[in-house]
Nanobody, 115 residues
Framework: QVQVVESGGGWVQAGGSLRLSCAAS????????MGWYRQAPGKQRELVAV???????TYINSVKGRFASSRDNAKNSVYLQMNSLKPEDTAVYYC?????????WGQGTQVTVSS
């Protein structure tokens, strides 16, 4: 089993920044992809950014140039630096960790961007 815990959400005005952190613990060997998803009220959960075990990063188009994800394999952690935040970035952000074909989700952290 893998436990996934996010932190760093909060409230910020448009144009501001927030940094999310996610740490995996438990059976952490053989973790492959680590990523961030978000779900706004009334919308489906969507991928924000994902980092493979080799370090390849993929972003959803709407956050390219504003968000940056990084990964620290020694700490089994992944981060999401969010800059130039917009009201449409408001959502619950979830961290997902993939290990041996099984996906583990965190509980989510709320990000609210006011205009």
């Amino acid at each position: 089993q893998v436990q996934v815990v996010e932190s760093g959400g909060g409230w910020v005005q448009a144009g501001g920044s927030l940094r999310l952190s996610c740490a995996a613990s438990g059976s952490i060997f053989s973790i492959s992809a680590m990523g961030w998803y978000r779900q706004a009220p009334g919308k489906q959960r969507e991928l924000v950014a994902v980092i493979t075990s080799s370090g390849t990063i993929t972003y959803i188009n709407s956050v390219k140039g504003r968000f940056a994800s990084s990964r620290d394999n020694a700490k089994n952690s992944v981060y999401l630096q969010m800059n130039s935040l917009k009201p449409e970035d408001t959502a619950v952000y979830y961290c997902k960790v993939e290990r041996l074909g099984v996906h583990y989700w965190g509980q989510g952290t709320q990000v609210t961007v006011s205009s």
